[in-house]
């Protein structure tokens, strides 16, 4: 069966819908309520070790098993919650990641003894590239931030345990991430798993007296407080590098960008914006701060993962708020401890379109990268050109389906593959959420967004605007025309949209 | 000039080596004396953001300061490396790093060769490769494959009785023996006159193959504390990574089934050697058998009993100590300058 | 033209590539590792033998470490590369 993105979805995947567009239709009836709990007469809830909790939540083969990424590359908390696993004998547990990063590679192990059995989760770096070489039975379900959310409040995916590290915790479980020994910010993610787990234990290294002074997460939803030596390494801080550009491209690509943004009447007194993460956010993160202090234009908001770069614009009195789902450096982890206009949201506050509104959908303009886009504007952020899974998607696609316009920054080629392709491998951000590309050869335009093609042409009649299909001509003539992959039969993956509804399958690259 | 603008020299004195050793310690790697040009990449204020050294063809000490892995500066760092080495006329390349390090220099295209788990990793780059050098020398040795073979490792620094005693016993118990001779030129007498004297020396042994080590069998690539004759720690993970390439990959090629190693009970470099072949052979299902030296009025014959005897122009002792062979090469011409240097200088090996 | 020696041009940077040529007694040895050799493997292949055709030059052994280089990055690597290993010296 194909989906309106002319993706084929096969039929073997059994209780999967395809994609039917951007605008998301939940069925209510499908709705679970969180589960009841009894936490009267009151509990001891502190556990003195991980194997000693997991008796007591009586987790056991099968079961899946749920862990938040607000430590990055630098948790050590997902390693010692499987060694325990492994420990009490349990086996084949379903891990269901909000993100992983390149320092989870000691998964693997543990994957390959069986402790894991299947991931639904958001992949990235040397698992995704283990996963897609087909080491799993089960393709792993990668779902967006917000697809996430439904999977969780339509039973789709019932989360048994929920092991979320805080930074800092009370006896009853009220937590944070910026008290303790090892703050990490905000606690985004982690707060709405906390929600619909039947079980939720929080790990931390810091136990402080009840009650928690700023609480994040509400003790209403903690079952178990274990103590442990170490969450994570310290979070750094960004380095300082003054007047440098290392990435002329990149530059280049973010002068546009924002000449464009201008130009379409997103970037303006009062706009509000989210950057996406990966060396080019850096890019337009310093390209916009200067156009914001030339033209002495503030924003109202900024949303998203935040960096330091945001906190400057925010100390500055460039944007009036941060609305922070995840603290990306030392910076903002410390500005969300002592600046009330930096504000800890939770998943569902950031992009739960169930909801009476979310600040995705206040967004004026976004910012997003991308390893490969079709003619179609459809994005792939996962694979790279080998067709391995390298990236986390995050909230990729929720933003892009959700903000006022929505541009996709590429360099035109990486390594002679050319960004534009008449077919992406993966697509993970549908192209009817995609309103531009811009890359150093010339900015495309989705020919459903004709209204802005108009007034961009008119306000800035120098942008190097470009048919799409043009481009990737002119850049494939650069680089040459790859030959296209060849796929085996078995799926190693499967990307949901925010409604549950199946954008694509990968299948296992043939070597 | 590197294209961030980042200040690039080479090391100079001791505050940058101290800086280095401490840089250097958080990616688990440990700086080494033996290298012969380091380079270090320095930020605004002077830190060390990134370094890398070079020995002969071999990469080391290479890392990159975590806040600027997105630069590519691990990739400049090789380059650069490289081109020096190519300017001494290596087009061959190897680096020796931790396993933390180890998986950003597969993207550069270089091949792990061996690993010494926790300990330290062998990759290789280039045009020549570990499995077809030993394949063509294989292919190149007609020898019946078909049979279980055993293996030994030379130096013969020279060819003495005690070499040929080893060589002997093993030929009398195995099918096929296949002795190879170290081919790095540290030692005193040259490569080429160790192969020549090992040759010369069992000619009269149908059933063995004398066959230059090449690149990979205790060379400074991989075991540079056996050069260095220091006995530390890394000596241990050297020889294991020494140990696993001959096992994996020689014995493997060769059809190999059996090492036979003389008895070294005073060098600790080389009975940590032992230890290590011990604990690496074993579990593969090879045999490691080790013989006693071969003794003559009470005491080992050791090539470094030939060469201090060389010292003292004592050739009765050397007739005592050394084959027929090697005797007449020592008495030749062609010996005069190699006994001329052994003279000048105090060396273990 | 004739490879005498071993020459080598080029980096492992992104976007560049090392070329190694050296004689060789069997006709043309080329040996690619590519980042993107599954797409591009076959045509880089022809893109060094069509480059030696046109060179006259029969026996040679290749090595390439590509990193995605584009064609003219290649060709202009494999040029300085035949040019050291065939014993030319000036204006290198």
């Known amino acids: ?511 | 000039m590197n294209p961030w603008g980042f200040t690039e020299r080479e090391l100079k004195n001791e505050e940058d080596l101290e800086k280095l050793k401490v840089f250097l310690s958080s990616f688990d790697l440990v700086y080494e004396d033996s290298v012969d040009y380091t380079i270090l990449i320095l930020d605004n204020e002077n830190e060390i953001i990134a370094a890398g050294s070079l020995f002969r063809n071999i990469l080391k000490g290479l890392a990159v300061n975590q806040d600027y892995q997105g630069d590519q500066l691990i990739d400049y760092l090789v380059s650069h490396l490289i081109s020096v080495a190519k300017e001494k006329g290596y087009y061959h390349y190897f680096i020796f790093t931790s396993p933390q390090m180890a998986e950003s220099f597969k993207y550069l295209g270089f091949n792990e060769i061996a690993r010494a788990e926790q300990m330290a990793v062998l990759l290789e780059y280039g045009n020549q490769n570990i499995e077809n050098y030993y394949s063509i020398m294989k292919e190149k040795t007609s020898a019946d494959y078909s049979l279980e073979g055993a293996g030994i490792v030379v130096n013969c620094n020279p060819f003495t009785n005690g070499h040929r005693y080893l060589i002997e016993y093993a030929s009398q118990r195995e099918k096929r023996v296949h002795v190879f001779v170290l081919e790095e030129d540290l030692s005193t007498f040259p490569f080429e006159t160790r192969l020549m004297l090992v040759r010369e020396g069992t000619k009269d042994l149908g059933n063995v193959f004398v066959h230059p080590g090449g690149s990979y069998i205790i060379s400074s690539a991989i075991f540079p504390a056996y050069f260095l004759k220091t006995e530390d720690a890394k000596t241990l993970a050297q020889a294991k990574l020494d140990v696993k390439i001959f096992a994996n990959y020689v014995m493997r090629i060769f059809n190999l089934s059996a090492r036979y190693v003389g008895e070294e009970p005073y060098c600790m470099v080389t009975s940590c050697y032992n230890k290590a072949m011990m604990e690496e052979l074993l579990p593969l299902g090879k045999k490691l058998i080790i013989i006693p030296r071969k003794q003559i009025s009470g005491e080992v014959i050791s090539a470094s009993h030939v060469r201090k005897a060389l010292r003292e122009n004592d050739f009765t002792k050397i007739a005592s100590l050394v084959p027929e062979t090697t005797l007449k090469f020592l008495k030749s011409a062609e010996a005069k300058y190699i006994i001329e240097k052994l003279k000048n200088k105090e060396s273990r090996h | 033209m004739e490879i005498i020696n071993t020459g080598q041009a080029g980096t492992v940077e992104s976007s560049d590539c090392i070329i190694t040529v050296s004689p060789s007694e069997n006709g043309m040895e080329i040996n690619i590792e590519s980042t993107v050799k599954l797409q591009f493997g076959d045509h880089i292949r022809d893109l060094i033998i069509d480059f030696f055709n046109k060179k006259g030059i029969v026996n040679v052994s290749l090595f390439i470490n590509d990193r995605g280089a584009l064609d003219y990055v290649i060709l202009s690597r494999l040029e300085s590369a035949v040019l050291q290993a065939s014993g030319y010296k000036e204006g290198l």
């Open chain 1, 1 to 511: 069966m194909k989906n309106i993105l002319g993706r084929e979805i096969p039929e073997s995947l059994h209780n999967f819908k395809p994609y039917r567009g951007r605008k998301v239709r939940p069925n209510l009836d499908q709705q679970v309520s969180p589960p009841l709990k009894t936490g009267w007469p009151a509990k001891n809830k502190v556990v003195k070790s991980l194997r000693e909790v997991i008796k007591l939540t009586g987790l056991k083969d099968g079961m899946t098993v749920a862990t938040h990424h607000h430590l990055q590359d630098r948790d050590q908390i997902l390693i010692q919650i499987l060694e325990a696993i492994k420990q009490e004998g349990i086996r084949n547990i379903t891990l269901a990641p909000t993100g992983l990063f390149p320092c989870h590679r000691i998964i693997i192990p543990y994957i390959q003894d069986g402790t894991i059995g299947h991931i639904e989760g958001d992949i990235s770096g040397e698992v995704g590239r283990f996963i897609c070489e087909g080491n799993l039975s089960k393709p792993v379900i990668i779902r967006s931030h917000t697809a996430r959310l439904f999977a969780r409040f339509t039973g789709k995916q019932p989360v048994d345990v929920a092991f979320l590290a805080v930074s800092a915790s009370d006896r009853c479980g009220n937590s944070n991430g910026i008290s303790g020994a090892n703050p990490f910010g905000s606690m985004g993610y982690a707060i709405t798993e906390a929600r619909y787990a039947k079980q939720v234990v929080v790990v931390t290294n810091t136990i402080l007296p009840y009650p928690l002074q700023q609480i994040s997460l509400s003790q209403e939803f903690v079952d178990w407080v274990v103590e442990v030596e170490q969450i994570g390494k310290p979070i750094r801080k960004m380095p300082v590098r003054i007047g440098m550009v290392s990435n002329p491209i990149g530059y280049l690509i973010a002068r546009y960008a924002i000449r464009f943004g201008q130009a379409a009447g997103f970037i303006k007194k009062g706009f509000s914006f989210q950057i996406g993460s990966g060396a080019l956010g850096a890019e337009i993160g310093r390209a916009l701060l200067n156009t914001m202090k030339e033209q002495e234009l503030n924003a109202s908001f900024i949303s998203g993962g935040i960096t330091g770069a945001h906190v400057e614009m925010l100390k500055e009195g460039w944007t009036n708020m941060l609305l922070d789902v995840e603290s990306m450096d030392a910076e903002a982890v410390e500005s969300l401890l002592i600046n009330n206009n930096h504000q800890e949201i939770s998943a569902t506050t950031y992009a739960n379109p169930f909801t009476q509104g979310c600040v995705v959908n206040e967004l004026d303009i976004v910012f997003l990268g991308a390893t490969e886009i079709d003619t179609d504007f459809n994005v792939n952020v996962s694979t790279e050109s080998n067709g391995l899974i390298k990236n986390t998607v995050g909230g990729h696609s929720d933003v892009a389906g959700s903000a006022k316009f929505s541009v996709i920054l590429a360099p035109a080629f990486r390594n002679r593959i050319s960004t534009i392709k008449n077919e992406v491998i993966a697509v993970n951000t549908p192209g009817d959420c995609v309103d531009a590309l811009v890359t150093e050869y010339g900015i495309c335009i989705n020919p459903k967004k004709e209204d802005i093609l108009e007034k961009v042409v008119e306000n800035d009649p120098k942008l190097p605007i470009i048919p799409i299909e043009e481009l990737m001509n002119k850049i494939q003539k650069l680089t040459g025309t790859p030959k296209p992959l060849e796929f085996d039969e078995k799926i190693v993956a499967v990307w949901e949209y925010a409604d549950g509804t199946v954008l694509d399958v990968l299948r296992k690259v043939k070597i």
